[in-house]
């Protein structure tokens, strides 16, 4: 039996938790033994052979070294010296990256014991951080991850940071990512793409796979009565918004003021607030702490008339593809990979930051009506974003990998 070794800051939580998990299950059926490797936060149960770096305790001094010295990815490095010689013994055929920030890895020691031992790797990457000196996600129109990055702006950001060592950081990442033998990247939006050509790590090869979802869970429920009476919403029109953390880089701000340029008859309901944010809400605004809960994330989805995403920063939100296979039509800001997920049928892109076109993209498909969407969208979901379909092409590549080594 074939043995994969994924490794992720989270364990089946959060987008990039379930899509490891998804594919680990998948490895399983088709003949692997699959290990995962993940830090001590954010951590659900898993049907996969789970590996946890390090203590809390340790994570939280990466965290402070990360909070003070711009250090993010440098902690850890008893953790991640008894996590090689686990892997060491599990002897992996291939091994996949995902998340490698989070504060529970060393990435100096990691990416040098990938480049010892020359095992096939596959890196997915999920946001920017590899290829700049802090941030994860572009919240500026910079360019300077394209030759060295120095003076971030973004030190505010996650990893925050007190001190800005962005330029050590780029040069350190430089180092250390590039020389892997035989690993390929898989960026899973064509935006992304694009901008690894332009990086540092421009010399390796790539293979876009879009993530993918269950479209068996995410599906069309056409009784939404009972979701619509728990959280008020029975009467009007419903524009839906998912995140989490619901930040202003996730368009919290945006749709406070959507809120306004909107008739009565509107009603917005955003899923992954804190207490905080749902305390400040105006009317007409319904909140919704994150749930894990994902059948009733899927009828919330399939109870609204449209999908909205305001994102400032973004790869390829799950959340546009959850929307799209319980047949709910999506407009989203013109960033990153987010409107690849749509075409003229299922949604409508606007610029990023026009909440006047927003708005007139809302009622546009809202005077449609959903049942002019509904179908489109669903066959859009199962035809290009199920995830058997998708993450099949990770157990392609894995087998091609293995037999060319």
Request: glycine content about 6%; some cysteine.
């Amino acid at each position: 039996m074939l043995n994969l070794l994924q490794i992720n800051s989270t364990q089946n939580y959060g987008s990039t938790g379930r899509i490891a998990e998804n594919i680990g299950i998948l490895a399983n059926e088709c003949g692997f033994d699959t290990y995962m490797v993940h830090g001590p936060r954010c951590v659900n149960p898993s049907v996969l052979k789970s590996i946890c770096t390090e203590s809390s305790f340790e994570e939280k001094l990466h965290g402070m070294a990360s909070r003070l010295f711009d250090a993010h990815g440098l902690g850890s490095k008893y953790a991640t010296k008894r996590l090689i010689e686990k892997i060491r013994e599990i002897d992996p055929d291939i091994i996949h990256l995902h998340n490698i920030h989070g504060y529970y890895i060393n990435y100096p020691i990691l990416f040098s014991y990938l480049k010892e031992v020359k095992k096939p790797v596959v890196w997915t990457l999920h946001d920017i951080w590899p290829f700049t000196g802090h941030c994860s996600y572009f919240e500026l129109d910079c360019q300077k991850w394209q030759s060295d990055c120095q003076k971030c702006q973004l030190t505010h950001t996650y990893p925050k940071s007190f001190t800005d060592f962005s330029h050590r950081n780029f040069r350190m990442k430089k180092a250390a990512f590039n020389g892997v033998e035989n690993m390929i990247l898989v960026p899973v939006s064509n935006w992304m793409d694009g901008l690894l050509k332009q990086s540092f790590l421009k010399d390796y090869k790539t293979c876009v796979i879009h993530n993918g979802i269950d479209v068996s869970v995410f599906n069309v429920k056409d009784d939404n009565s009972e979701i619509k009476r728990k959280y008020g919403v029975s009467a009007g029109k419903i524009i839906i918004g998912v995140a989490s953390p619901f930040t202003p880089k996730k368009g919290f701000d945006d749709f406070i003021q959507m809120r306004r340029m909107l008739p009565d008859q509107y009603q917005i309901v955003l899923v992954g607030l804190t207490a905080e944010q749902i305390n400040l809400l105006p009317a007409g605004i319904t909140g919704i702490a994150r749930t894990q809960n994902i059948s009733e994330l899927a009828s919330l989805y399939s109870a609204a008339d449209v999908f909205v995403n305001l994102t400032y920063a973004d790869n390829f939100p799950t959340t546009n593809i959850e929307a799209l296979a319980c047949g709910t039509p999506v407009v989203t800001y013109q960033t990153g990979g987010s409107p690849e997920a749509i075409d003229e049928n299922t949604g409508i892109v606007v610029p990023k930051g026009n909440l006047d076109e927003a708005r007139d993209a809302v009622v546009k498909i809202c005077e449609n009506g959903k049942m002019y969407y509904k179908q489109d969208c669903r066959k859009r979901a199962e035809k290009f974003f199920n995830k058997d379909d998708c993450f099949r092409m990770y157990i392609d590549l894995y087998n091609k990998m293995i037999q060319n080594s």
